[in-house]
């Protein structure tokens, strides 16, 4: 039973375009959630993470939103850049005292320049 | 520099075999984790330890065992219970504030079972 589903495998996008990555969420506990960035044969990098008090974060051309009546949440790059071009990783946390995170699959993103 | 460091980074192995897989930390971070990652798939948890002399299951702990005896170690053992430990392996560590949710992780190491 997959808690975090991340449904499109890949995803290519014009460099200077807006890319976006969409995740979704089965449980309700679900309160932190965060994007990791992985290039090939390297350990994942954060990225973004957002609060489920809150429906919107923002960091330089990273953008993620959280709909949490839809148990959706989504990351906007803009402008995208060849250098995005990397496996990225939803991921979720539920209460402040846990200590797991359940990751998706992972979408992999390619920039076209 | 702070980081994680894992070792070895490929390692192969006949069936039968245990292996150990090393991860060092010198970020001072109370938790540490390892996850194992599979093509085509997400990172599962196989342990994760919040202090020294203390580690608690992931999802997929069976066939892995660990040992945290000091703050900046947590090997992993892939023992021959393992019935399909080809896989990449990720370390990880994180302060013990479990809020953020943000974990720093190694390169990796990839075993090949023959």
């Known amino acids: 039973d997959q808690q975090v589903k991340q449904n499109s495998p890949s995803l290519s996008v014009q460099e200077g375009r807006i890319s976006i990555l969409n995740c979704d969420y089965t449980?309700?506990?679900?309160?932190?959630f965060l994007w990791y960035k992985k290039y090939p044969a390297e350990g994942p990098t954060f990225l973004i993470s957002?609060?489920?008090?809150?429906d919107k974060n923002e960091d330089g051309r990273f953008t993620v939103f959280l709909n949490k009546s839809a148990k959706h949440l989504s990351l906007h790059i803009v402008p995208s850049q060849p250098g995005d071009s990397a496996v990225y990783f939803c991921?979720?946390?539920?209460?402040?005292?846990?200590?797991?995170?359940?990751f998706g699959k992972g979408t992999k993103l390619s920039v076209i320049p | 520099d702070g980081g994680i460091t894992q070792s070895p980074k490929y390692l192969f192995r006949k069936e039968g075999q245990n292996v150990t897989l090393s991860c060092e930390q010198n970020?001072?971070?109370?938790?540490m984790y390892w996850y194992r990652q599979d093509p085509g798939q997400g990172l599962r948890l196989i342990y994760y330890?919040?202090?020294?002399?203390?580690?608690q299951k992931g999802d997929i702990a069976e066939g892995y065992s660990v040992s945290r005896e000091k703050k900046e170690s947590f090997p992993l053992t892939v023992t021959s219970a393992q019935k399909n430990p080809t896989a990449f392996y990720l370390c990880?560590?994180?302060?013990?504030?479990?809020?953020?949710?943000?974990?720093?992780f190694g390169e990796g190491s990839r075993l090949t079972v023959l």
């Open positions: 970020l001072n971070h109370d938790a």
């Open positions: 330890s919040q202090i020294v002399n203390d580690f």
């Open positions: 990880a560590s994180s302060k013990g504030d479990r809020v953020t949710g943000e974990l720093f």
């Open positions: 957002i609060s489920s008090i809150k």
């Open positions: 991921a979720a946390s539920a209460g402040a005292g846990s200590y797991q995170l359940t």
């Open positions: 449980n309700s506990m679900f309160d932190y």
